[in-house]
């Protein structure tokens, strides 16, 4: 068979691009590990129609020396963060003897201390929603039925919003929070 030859030079070019990235997935998977981002284990699973049961409800929970849990539901259009009282008679029951920490009466606030680091459980009660802070490295998103966690430092005092970044319906652009960061 014929071949000509600037289409040899192509065919030879091409073989060697595919084998570059085919090498650069290969080293990703062997050398760097590298894996699609999953569900860890069956305690990521909840089901949305149960959330009081499985979830438990939205809070903010001081977990001592500056670490926090936060538990958030997303639903149309809002974020829950909980309020002092749910959170506290949740939390009462579920851990006696643990401190909380404030989240606004509003349920759309949490205050914490600079330098803390959060870890967020989110999930949301009806359909797929976003998640992300303000100029932290905060960004996922909220399916129904799984458990979003993602883990935040928070060095600089001030407010920053909690943003629903995927689009979610007629009142997607006014679902927000905020988290102040307080001067200790
Ligand atoms: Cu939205």
Redesign the pocket.
């Known amino acids: 068979m014929h071949i000509d030859e600037l289409e040899r030079y192509w065919l030879i070019i091409v073989a060697a691009v595919m084998g570059v990235f085919f090498a650069a997935l290969l080293a990703g998977l062997l050398i760097f590990g590298v894996r699609l981002p999953s569900t860890p284990d069956s305690s990521y699973f909840v089901n949305p129609l149960a959330l009081a049961d499985e979830f438990g409800a939205p809070g903010l929970r001081d977990m001592g020396n500056g670490q926090y849990t936060a538990q958030i539901i997303?639903q149309?259009?809002s974020f829950d963060l909980g309020s002092d009282e749910t959170y506290k008679q949740y939390f009462e029951t579920k851990y006696p003897g643990t401190t909380y920490a404030k989240v606004d009466a509003s349920n759309q606030v949490i205050h914490i201390p600079v330098g803390s680091t959060v870890t967020f459980r989110i999930t949301s009660r009806d359909?797929t929603?976003?998640f992300i802070i303000e100029r932290h490295n905060a960004n996922i998103e909220v399916v129904p039925g799984h458990i979003g966690q993602i883990t935040a430092k928070f060095e600089v005092p001030g407010e920053f919003r909690i943003?629903?970044?995927?689009?979610?319906?007629r009142?997607?652009?006014q679902?927000h929070a905020l988290i102040v960061v307080e001067e200790a």
């Open positions: 997303a149309m259009w359909v929603h976003g943003l629903c970044h995927e689009y979610c319906g009142g997607h652009q679902m």
